[in-house]
């Protein structure tokens, strides 16, 4: 049988034809295709055998279909990137300690707002029923922070921390160290709740919980690199792919403090964007103002508006803890992915004179209603002792963000 060329043509094309169509069945066949964390297919992507999605069976390997992070209540998911961390304002005290340098964050949670007197005093109801009274005193946030022998302050020393109406005011008087066991209390009391509510084997580890795909993490202090982070929340300057318009010298828009906006949840044109101490006397404008910066002391946790990721009173309010150890130098040590200080390598203690710095000082960011608008850039860094504490530092609690994002 002979054929023409143009016979011969439509042949030829009938046999790719189906050829990839044989192809493309095969791999679309079950079990085959582009795999995640909730969807892994029915095949092993390298030996084709069969998965099991039963734990309990012995005979093929088990994948779970579930991978679920829990992150827990009032966190909210601070997306990473790269970033340019360091002081972007005039180094006027003259410390040095922070100069530019492009880190990349991974992503992360965060506290939308600081832990309060409700929340803390929730944590010490909870932990009477298991440690000693003296222990329990331990925990207590110090009322003395208040007292000074040249001012009337007797008043918040009396009623901060416990009348309602500081409810959902910042915690103050608490230390680094007491911070961290909050943390750790959180954790454990979360968790459990967590497993009441979704009916989780108590019998189960955490390791167990990670295996079927459930994961709880630890809350914990926010590293310095992820509060800068979290506190600039560059996200907001962005247009186009990866450019961004401006860099920013306080959470917001602008080199100003007060709001350029006229619009719902920016306040009013012309109110203060955060809590903080004006000039010499000034902590809160005069009296019968509507553009005053909220409160002459530390304000409610909500007040202000939120950045762009969602974070209240990332400047002013409360000064914050955050969990790394106080260096100069930590800048150019510590790495440019994820950087940390948890300890003196590199930079050990004793190449300085002063006896200052050592493994116990702490870092704490944000300005507070006692400081002047210099510290509310997220660049300034001070330090303190972990054990100390004053009426102007308090903190919020992280999380890491596990393994892949849902769409």
């Given at each position: 049988?002979?054929?023409?060329?143009?016979?011969?043509?439509?042949?030829?094309?009938?046999?790719?034809?189906?050829?990839?169509?044989?192809?493309?069945?095969?791999?679309?066949?079950?079990?085959?295709?582009?795999?995640?964390?909730?969807?892994?297919?029915?095949?092993?992507?390298?030996?084709?055998?069969?998965?099991?999605?039963?734990?309990?069976?012995?005979t093929n390997f088990f994948v779970s279909r579930k991978a679920e992070q829990i992150p827990g209540p009032n966190l909210k998911l601070v997306q990473g990137g790269r970033t340019v961390l360091g002081s972007q304002e005039e180094d006027v005290m003259a410390f040095r300690d922070n100069f530019e340098r492009t880190v990349s964050i991974a992503n992360f949670y965060m506290d939308e707002t600081e832990i309060t007197n409700n929340d803390y005093?929730?944590?010490?109801?909870?932990?009477?029923?298991?440690?000693?009274?003296?222990?329990?005193?331990?925990?207590?946030?110090?009322?003395?922070?208040?007292?000074?022998?040249?001012?009337?302050?007797?008043?918040?020393?009396?009623?901060?921390?416990?009348?309602?109406?500081?409810?959902?005011?910042?915690?103050?008087?608490?230390?680094?160290?007491?911070?961290?066991?909050?943390?750790?209390?959180?954790?454990?009391?979360?968790?459990?709740?967590?497993?009441?509510?979704?009916?989780?084997?108590?019998?189960?580890?955490?390791?167990?919980?990670?295996?079927?795909?459930?994961?709880?993490?630890?809350?914990?202090?926010?590293?310095?690199?992820?509060?800068?982070?979290?506190?600039?929340?560059?996200?907001?300057?962005?247009?186009?792919?990866?450019?961004?318009?401006?860099?920013?010298?306080?959470?917001?828009?602008?080199?100003?403090?007060?709001?350029?906006?006229?619009?719902?949840?920016?306040?009013?044109?012309?109110?203060?964007?955060?809590?903080?101490?004006?000039?010499?006397?000034?902590?809160?404008?005069?009296?019968?103002?509507?553009?005053?910066?909220?409160?002459?002391?530390?304000?409610?946790?909500?007040?202000?508006?939120?950045?762009?990721?969602?974070?209240?009173?990332?400047?002013?309010?409360?000064?914050?803890?955050?969990?790394?150890?106080?260096?100069?130098?930590?800048?150019?040590?510590?790495?440019?992915?994820?950087?940390?200080?948890?300890?003196?390598?590199?930079?050990?203690?004793?190449?300085?004179?002063?006896?200052?710095?050592?493994?116990?000082?702490?870092?704490?960011?944000?300005?507070?209603?006692?400081?002047?608008?210099?510290?509310?850039?997220?660049?300034?860094?001070?330090?303190?002792?972990?054990?100390?504490?004053?009426?102007?530092?308090?903190?919020?609690?992280?999380?890491?963000?596990?393994?892949?994002?849902?769409?």
């Amino acid at each position: 049988m002979s054929l023409n060329n143009k016979s011969w043509g439509l042949w030829t094309a009938a046999i790719l034809l189906a050829s990839v169509s044989i192809l493309s069945s095969c791999n679309k066949q079950p079990g085959y295709g582009r795999r995640t964390a909730n969807d892994p297919g029915r095949r092993s992507a390298t030996t084709g055998a069969e998965f099991s999605f039963e734990e309990n069976d012995s005979t093929n390997f088990f994948v779970s279909r579930k991978a679920e992070q829990i992150p827990g209540p009032n966190l909210k998911l601070v997306q990473g990137g790269r970033t340019v961390l360091g002081s972007q304002e005039e180094d006027v005290m003259a410390f040095r300690d922070n100069f530019e340098r492009t880190v990349s964050i991974a992503n992360f949670y965060m506290d939308e707002t600081e832990i309060t007197n409700n929340d803390y005093r929730e944590f010490l109801f909870d932990m009477k029923k298991k440690v000693s009274g003296d222990s329990l005193l331990k925990l207590e946030p110090s009322e003395d922070v208040w007292s000074s022998a040249m001012s009337f302050n007797d008043l918040y020393q009396s009623y901060y921390f416990r009348f309602p109406g500081f409810n959902f005011y910042p915690v103050a008087g608490v230390s680094w160290t007491q911070a961290n066991v909050y943390a750790k209390w959180r954790t454990e009391y979360v968790q459990e709740v967590v497993r009441k509510e979704r009916e989780i084997d108590s019998t189960f580890t955490k390791s167990q919980l990670i295996e079927r795909g459930v994961a709880m993490a630890d809350f914990r202090l926010p590293n310095e690199a992820e509060w800068e982070y979290a506190a600039k929340a560059m996200i907001g300057t962005q247009y186009m792919d990866e450019n961004q318009e401006y860099g920013r010298i306080y959470p917001w828009d602008g080199r100003g403090l007060r709001s350029p906006y006229n619009v719902k949840r920016k306040g009013k044109q012309g109110d203060f964007l955060a809590n903080f101490k004006r000039g010499r006397g000034d902590y809160g404008g005069i009296s019968g103002s509507q553009r005053n910066d909220g409160e002459i002391l530390p304000t409610n946790v909500y007040d202000m508006a939120p950045n762009d990721f969602g974070l209240y009173h990332m400047a002013g309010n409360m000064n914050e803890w955050v969990y790394d150890i106080y260096r100069p130098m930590t800048f150019q040590d510590a790495d440019d992915l994820n950087p940390l200080r948890s300890d003196g390598t590199y930079d050990d203690a004793q190449f300085y004179e002063t006896s200052l710095l050592t493994d116990e000082m702490r870092v704490y960011k944000g300005g507070s209603w006692k400081d002047v608008a210099y510290w509310l850039a997220p660049g300034t860094r001070r330090f303190m002792h972990q054990d100390s504490a004053t009426n102007n530092i308090g903190f919020r609690c992280a999380m890491i963000s596990i393994g892949e994002k849902g769409k």
